[in-house]
């Protein structure tokens, strides 16, 4: 189903896969840097995920600055949340690399308003981008170490922008519970050689569910 959000002066396009059965809880999903909503991962996870009973709301902003992102996101999350088509009682953040900040940025932004708030359920991130290639001494973990949700990580283990140690350094300081799962020698943008792009999506959109159905609270599944 496809929707235009009101953002500002203009729309943002979004597009829902929904589920046969009523879903309860739902995931907001959006690209990264480059691209949009239509990129083949958003795609694919967006369509497993539907056809696993979870409603999904994915977005296309176009910018490259962060603190537009995240506005934009913002404002999907509260579309979704006054929806009267789609009443859910949960929602998981996701994004893939700039769109993974911008989730987690509202979700900290969330969090200082309202603590009572426990609309957001948790994040997804894949390929984060915790630094700029080559650029490790610049960390981008402020937003990650004050969230206090469950937070899933799906990263390359040849991510350069991404790498292993410093993403497991991060990980044990923040607060929040939270998983990584590596995709073998995968890079930033989820090439493996010697793996087909619609293999490495499998492994990536399993990983997600499973973890979701981890994390829903009893009652809203």
């Not at 497993?48 to 962060?66: D, E, H, M, P, W």
């Not at 630094?131 to 390359?156: A, M, N, T, W, Y």
Request: aromatic residues 8%.
């Amino acid at each position: 189903v496809k929707v235009k959000i009101p953002f500002g002066n203009k729309d943002l396009d979004a597009i829902f896969s929904v589920p046969e059965k009523k879903s309860t809880y739902g995931v907001i999903l959006t690209h990264g840097a480059g691209g949009d909503m239509n990129f083949p991962h958003l795609v694919s996870l967006a369509a497993c995920l539907a056809s696993r009973g979870v409603l999904c709301l994915r977005f296309t902003c176009k910018g490259l600055n962060i603190a537009y992102r995240t506005k934009a996101f913002k404002t999907v999350v509260e579309y979704l949340k006054l929806s009267d088509d789609y009443k859910l009682s949960g929602v998981f953040l996701a994004g893939r690399s700039m769109g993974s900040r911008a989730a987690a940025s509202v979700i900290r932004q969330l969090s200082q308003e309202d603590d009572d708030d426990d609309f957001i359920q948790g994040l997804i991130c894949l390929s984060y981008p915790l630094h700029r290639p080559k650029l490790q001494s610049k960390l981008r973990d402020e937003d990650l170490l004050f969230i206090r949700c469950p937070v899933l990580f799906v990263s390359g283990s040849a991510d350069e922008m991404c790498e292993k140690q410093l993403l497991e350094g991060v990980a044990s300081k923040m607060k929040a519970p939270k998983k990584i799962h590596w995709i073998d020698k995968a890079n930033h943008g989820m090439a493996v050689k010697g793996r087909t792009t619609d293999d490495v999506m499998e492994e990536i959109n399993a990983q997600v569910f499973s973890w979701l159905r981890e994390n829903v609270e009893p009652g809203h599944k």
